[in-house]
């Protein structure tokens, strides 16, 4: 469940800008259209790589208005089945059906890891040795034989912010390591701090999937379910933050007082079991849950974890 800035009556932004593309440094492009911006990745040669990009910017351009017009369809509860047309707005419904029989959820919670997968399939060709687009934290990864991705995550974004390049693995709280003979494709985080509307109090919980789509609804139901009854905490009915909310009245997150150990304990126990639970089910590879300093992760032997510091919201990372 999440509250992404894609509106319909209040989509001035992407009506007055439009999208815009810029080549950064190396093989990373930015792509940006209202809500949606993306950093991409491109490992190929010249030739390769600019059909590629050539491609996923023609692609990108028609997004953002594709989704628009189906808001209102994408707004409705998962379990309704809702009927969609375009691509992006199917990969979302198909990534929130399989958590619909257990929670409440609408195709939105999916919106942003749907977009990275979409996008990535221009770079699904000969030539192209890995690829991965980031859209707002939430990541799809392409590789091939003998490529990695290393993803690390910083639990504290002021320290994140802070960081030099030549820091970045002392900083990590976290770090996953995914080649091609992994299953997973995608990465997303969500939590009461981040940019999406939450029912829990996770600072942040960053799930790997099969997808980024699949990793989206993930990350939103898992901290949904980080959740305690503590004195202090505020909610509010989801339409005060956000007029046109996906979530309606239902009560979201908005400030988290310091928690007792056991309060905190008892969160992360609840999200905790929702993971593994997913996981069990298929639906998850691995999670990392933070709450106020403390960490919870649910994944296969080959994660690697650092102390974590700090309760603020996680940051993404990739490398080679």
């Excluded at 996923?56 to 953002?64: A, G, N, P, Y």
């Excluded at 017009?69 to 509860?77: H, I, N, T, Y």
């Excluded at 034989?145 to 639990?155: D, E, H, K, L, N």
Aim: glycine share 10%; proline share 6%; with cysteine.
């Amino acid at each position: 469940m999440t509250g992404r800035e894609i509106t319909g009556r209040n989509a001035g932004p992407w009506r007055d800008g439009g999208p815009s593309c810029r080549r950064l440094d190396g093989d990373r492009w930015h792509f940006a259209h209202g809500p949606i911006d993306l950093i991409i990745d491109v490992d190929a040669d010249d030739a390769v790589r600019k059909a590629a990009i050539d491609a996923c910017w023609r692609d990108f351009q028609e997004v953002l208005p594709s989704l628009v017009a189906e808001l209102p369809s994408l707004k409705q509860a998962a379990q309704r089945h809702p009927e969609v047309v375009g691509p992006v707005a199917g990969r979302m419904v198909s990534a929130c059906a399989p958590f619909a029989d257990e929670r409440f959820i609408t195709p939105m919670a999916a919106v942003a890891g749907a977009v990275a997968d979409h996008l990535l399939g221009a770079f699904e060709r000969p030539g192209v040795r890995r690829a991965f687009i980031n859209n707002g934290g939430d990541i799809a990864l392409l590789l091939t034989p003998g490529t990695q991705y290393r993803v690390g995550i910083w639990s504290q974004i002021e320290r994140l912010a802070r960081r030099a390049e030549s820091d970045t693995r002392g900083a990590l709280d976290a770090l996953f390591s995914i080649g091609h003979a992994s299953p997973v494709r995608g990465v997303a985080t969500s939590g009461w701090r981040g940019r999406s509307q939450s029912l829990g109090i996770a600072d942040s919980v960053t799930v790997l999937a099969r997808s980024a789509a699949a990793a989206d609804a993930a990350a939103t139901l898992i901290a949904n379910a980080v959740d305690c009854d503590a004195p202090g905490i505020v909610r509010v009915p989801a339409v005060q933050v956000k007029d046109d909310s996906d979530l309606g009245e239902r009560l979201v997150t908005v400030e988290v007082p310091m928690l007792p150990a056991a309060a905190i304990a008892d969160a992360l126990a609840s999200g905790r079991a929702a993971a593994e639970r997913w996981r069990d089910r298929g639906l998850v590879c691995a999670a990392a849950l933070f709450l106020q300093g403390r960490c919870e992760i649910v994944g296969p032997a080959e994660v690697a974890v650092a102390t974590p510091v700090g309760d603020g919201s996680a940051g993404l990372g990739v490398a080679a």
